[in-house]
Every structure is written in C-alpha cells, then in structure tokens.
C-alpha cells in the first residue's frame, strides 16, 4: 500500500497545476526502511489515549482500542510529511525516526522524542551523488577520514603530491584555491565533499590534544562549513555555517570549547545574517549540556539569540527558536515536568526513572513529594536512596521546607529502623541547622554587694545562724544570707532564733559552694567544676540565686559532651534554664550524627515518640531548627534570631 500511494503520490506531485501543493520528490526513488514500516503500521494501528473528560481536574486520559478515524489523518498525509523529513536530511531512505517525527506533527498527544541536534552521520557523506557528481569527487583526494588521530596526517599525505615529503619549509605551500589557514607555511584542503577542516573533525571526535596542536598551528578558529552544495556536496544539512566551536558544543566537549574560547573564537558561531545557523549556545541548550550552557554565557554568548534567515524557504522549514525554545523542545523542560506530576500523583517508579535515567535534576517540592510517598509506603530502601540525593537540592532554606519538609523528616527519623536511613536523616538536619553555632550562654553580671572576708564561711565563732545540711551543721551569718537569697530568708524566718535551719535535697559539698559565692560576691573566686556544676545550678534554682544560675549554665555550655548531654538537657529543663536548654538543642542539631550514637541521647530522643510528641525532644529541635533556618532564610533578621 505504502509503495503504491508513493507511485500515486509522486506522479501527482510531479504533474500538478502551478500554484498547487506539489510533493517535492527529488529525481530518483525514494525507499523505506522495514523499521519505518513497521513504525508507521504502530502509528496508524495501534491503541490510541483520547481524553476522557477534558474539562475536569485534573484531567484523565482514557486507552482506546483503536484510534478514531476523525482524528487519524490519511496515509497520503503520512507519506508526504515523512519524505519532507527525509529530503531535508538528503536521505535515500525514510526510516523510523522520520516516521517518529511525523507522529510528533501529526498525532500531537503522541509521546514521541524530537530527533536530536547531534547526529552521528554528520561525519559521514549522508547523501548519495549522481554519476558525475561521483566522477568528478573520485577525481580529487579523499576526504578527511576517521579516527580522527590519524585525519591530519591523512589529509596531508593524500592532499600532498607523492613526491613530496612533510616539513615545515616555507616553500611547501598549496594553491590558495584548495587551502585553508594552519600556519603562515602550510595549507591544508578545503574543498572535500564534507566541507570539514581537520579542527571540525577533532573537536567531534574528542580529541583534544590534535585541537591544541592544530590551534598552536594557527588553524582558523571561526571557518565554516560551506552553506552551498556545489562547495561541500556530502555536508550535512544540519551542519552548514558551523564552527568548530558548534562542533566542540554539539558533541559534549566543554574543554575543548574553553580551548576554542580562549583562541578567540566567537561565541555566537560568527554566522552572517540571511544563513540559517544554530549558535552554540543553541546547540547546548538543545542537547542539555548545562556546563557548555554557563561557560558560553560566561564567555558572552546571547541566550536570547534565534535561528535567523532571510530566506522564506529556510526560515519555514528550519523555523526560528532561541536557546530556551530549544532547550525546552528538546525535552529538558518536559523531563522536568514529567518528574514534578510523577512526584505530585504518587508515581514514585517513574520519578525515580527519570532521576536515575534521564538526570533530571530534583526540585525542593518534587524530591519532598517523593519522600512523602516513600514513607507512606514504607520502602525504606526508595527512602534511604532519596535521602542521599538531598545534597544535590538547591534553595533549602524555603517555606515548603519548613512547614512541610522538617516535620517529614522527623517524623520518619522517629520512625525508621534502619541506622543507615537514620544517619542518612542526622546529616541531612545537621547541614539545616547551618554553619553558625549554636548560640552563646554569657555570665550574669558580677553581683552589686561587697566581698567578705573567706574566713568567715563556716566559721562557728562568728555566726549567728547554723543549717544542717545531710546531718552535717553548716554555720553562717543571717544577714548575709537573708540579702541575697529570697527562699533562705522565708526558711530563716520561719525557724526560731536557736534552732538549726535544715536544707533538703541539697549536698553538702554544694552548698558550701553556694555559701562561698555569697561570700565572695561573685563566681571569680570560687572554681565549680564539671562533676559539681549540675548539682549547683540546680541549688541555685532552687535558692532563687539567679546570679549564680546563670553561671552555671555558661559552665554547662562548656563542660557540654556527648557522653552526657542527654543529662545536661533534662537538668536545664527541670530547672527552667531556658539559655542552657536552647544551646543544648543547637548543640544536638549540630552534632546529631555524634550524638545518634550514644545511647542516653537516642532514649531521650525516641522517648518523645508517641502520644506526648508534641512534648518531647523531638518537638524541641523541630522547633529549634525551623527557627534557625528561618533566621539564615531571611538574612536581616540572623543578627537577631541566630
């Protein structure tokens, strides 16, 4: 059927009226390729998606049996858009990519990928020559073969007469007609059939260390492809008035590029105006090469630039797009989108295909979304590996992170099981908290009344008041225990004037630290140390000694380890130290993946999971950390907040 209606076809396009659509069959038969075939058979009988219920939201999408005549355009229809396709790239054949693209134009809602920018044959004579095309192209040296290590000495020996031998005299010139600029003695063709000097082919191939010789040479940086056909008969269409520098882009070689770039190449390809030409920028964004992208932009290149011609027939058929159109119809753009829907529906096989497949990037939301899914799923495996993506998340330090996101991740770290997941989420909370320290305990100022003398403490001669401290008489002075203290004044009062004042739940190696800081007026003459410091800040809790207090909780700061912070927390909780409590919960953020493996903190932590969650350690560092992270969000306010 397909070889009958292209007869027809062509018969009709060859005999049209003027100023009817005539099919531009070039002289010659046109052949397809099984695979075409078979790929235009799938398109025009295979199960078709029609919308069910456009209108709705979202909108479904409904598998049908077999495609609906209305909406399945005519094989004619086919065939002429499919040999369009191959004539443009000067094929003999029609292929499957051909058939592919005609369904892209003609079946919009068909999920077909747009040929790449890139193509392999460029390198190769992608058309066929008549018989004096061939003749005369036989008669002249072969063109620039691969691999590319051996093309330049190739191109010299075959360019060259056999008589001849390769130095660099300057007597070994060519004529100026069928040569090319490398250096101010040597000359190489530019007449092949490809239209290709040998720092085209290097920078394809890859091979950076010919590009640097040919560049050292003095090649020409911008000489392009010849746009006529009578110049270069086997160029590629896709090629003409490129550079070697759309070469280097096209191909991936971002080296290679700088190279270009810094022997002064132009950054825009150097196209002239009424010449359909991608610019490298161009050709990057279209082949999703985000290092080429920034170093072309880096270097100047115009992001805004399109594929200009004042030709009517180039401009319909090559069209005009600049390098965000590209990059978008290329698939960059919809791999984005079919990552964010995937994450947004619940289709986590499918986000993490196009993640680890097609390196689509993740965004804040969609990677949220996915962890969401995950541990409503209980795959702690999609979970764990997500997790390790977190590090390639820009712009963390987000609303949606700090409603959505922190109290998902604490709440699968109180749930998982597994201590890798769990270190995995301790790094993650870890890096949230931000390169700033925890905030800073300071001393309370130095107390107003005078000093006295030391041998006064304790001293049984002299005092007017005894305490009996764990059965043990402490002897002391009322009137300077009364002043600086409001709950051993109350105690004091309430005893008779002979009788002992007895102090519960209090050492009594505590509390001669505590009568000494009375004594002394301030903390600069007595030394707590670390295995005294909990149990005197809770005395001085309990006594109302708000100096002394104080004090010991910029100790507590200090002698803070991960052995003991687990107690150093519940003693700052239970005696309302509300400075010491906020610097241990930094501390934990800061330290969490330390402090995951003491088991006083783990207990203390997984403590809080259940009923009372909103009370326990976990609720604390929640709060603590979105507190934080909106402080290094909104950078004004971090004086203050952090």
């Known amino acids: 059927l397909v070889v009958n209606s292209m007869y027809a076809l062509q018969r009709l396009g060859s005999h049209g009226a003027a100023g009817t659509f005539q099919l531009h069959f070039r002289e010659g038969v046109l052949s397809w390729e099984p695979e075409a075939l078979h790929c235009l058979f799938y398109y025009t009988h295979g199960s078709g998606a029609t919308w069910d219920g456009p209108l709705s939201e979202p909108p479904s999408i409904r598998l049908g049996g077999e495609r609906s005549e209305v909406t399945q355009p005519p094989l004619a229809e086919w065939l002429r858009v499919c040999v369009a396709l191959a004539e443009h790239r000067f094929s003999p054949t029609v292929d499957s990519a051909d058939v592919t693209q005609a369904a892209r134009l003609l079946l919009p809602g068909a999920d077909c990928p747009p040929r790449p920018l890139r193509v392999e044959c460029c390198l190769y004579a992608s058309r066929r020559l008549d018989s004096a095309v061939a003749e005369r192209a036989h008669s002249h040296p072969p063109s620039l073969p691969l691999p590319l290590s051996h093309s330049l000495f190739l191109s010299l020996t075959h360019s060259l007469s056999p008589s001849l031998t390769l130095s660099p005299s300057p007597s070994l010139t060519l004529p100026p007609s069928r040569s090319l600029p490398l250096c101010p003695s040597l000359t190489l063709p530019l007449s092949l059939p490809q239209g290709m000097s040998p720092l085209m082919y290097s920078c394809a191939n890859g091979d950076e260390a010919m590009v640097q010789v040919l560049l050292d040479s003095g090649a020409a940086v911008d000489l392009q492809v010849p746009g006529l056909v009578e110049r270069a008969p086997c160029a590629h269409p896709e090629t003409r008035r490129w550079t070697a520098l759309a070469f280097a882009t096209a191909f991936g070689h971002s080296s290679i590029a700088q190279l270009l770039l810094e022997s002064g190449a132009d950054v825009d390809g150097g196209g002239s105006e009424g010449e359909p030409v991608e610019t490298p920028l161009q050709l990057a964004a279209a082949a999703g090469h985000e290092e ?53 529906h619940g289709y986590l096989d499918i986000a993490l295909e196009l993640r680890q497949q097609e390196s689509v990037p993740w965004t804040l939301h969609s990677w949220l979304q996915c962890v969401r899914t995950s541990f409503c799923q209980r795959r702690w495996d999609v979970t764990h590996s997500l997790l390790g993506d977190f590090s390639s998340l820009k712009e963390v330090y987000s609303e949606e992170m700090l409603n959505e996101g922190l109290p998902l991740l604490f709440d699968i770290l109180l749930s998982c099981q597994s201590e890798s997941t769990v270190q995995h989420l301790a790094s993650i909370l870890s890096c949230c908290y931000g390169p700033y320290p925890p905030p800073t305990v300071h001393d309370s100022a130095p107390p107003r009344h005078a000093r006295l003398d030391p041998a006064l403490v304790n001293s049984r001669e002299t005092a007017d008041l005894t305490f009996l401290v764990e059965g043990k008489p402490f002897y002391a002075h009322r009137e300077v225990v009364t002043s600086a203290s409001p709950s051993l004044q109350k105690l004091v009062s309430k005893a008779t004037p002979s009788a002992q004042v007895e102090i519960p739940d209090i050492k009594y190696s505590t509390f001669q630290l505590v009568m000494q800081y009375l004594y002394q007026g301030g903390s600069e003459a007595i030394h707590i140390g670390r295995q005294d410091v909990l149990q005197v800040l809770q005395a001085a809790h309990s006594l109302c000694l708000r100096p002394l207090k104080k004090h010991c909780e910029m100790l507590c700061s200090k002698y ?52 009372a969650a909103d009370e326990g350690l976990g609720h604390d560092l929640l709060r603590t950390l979105s507190s934080r992270m909106n402080a290094i969000h909104q950078p004004l306010a971090k004086e203050t907040m952090v």
């Open 292 to 344: 080429l992208v920034s170093l072309l932009l880096e270097h100047g290149a115009d992001p805004l630039s399109g594929t200009s011609s004042k030709t009517v027939g180039a401009t319909s058929l090559r069209g005009t797009s600049s390098a965000f159109s590209l990059a978008a119809a290329h698939g960059h753009r919809a791999l984005q989108e079919a990552l964010y829907l995937s994450a947004e």
């Open 560 to 611: 803070l380890h991960p052995s003991d912070a687990a107690t150093f927390y519940q003693q700052a909780q239970l005696c309302q130290a509300r400075d010491l409590k906020a610097f241990c919960e930094g501390y934990f953020l800061k330290n969490l993946p330390v402090l995951l493996e003491v088991g006083s903190f783990r207990r203390l932590l997984l403590a809080g999971d259940g009923a």
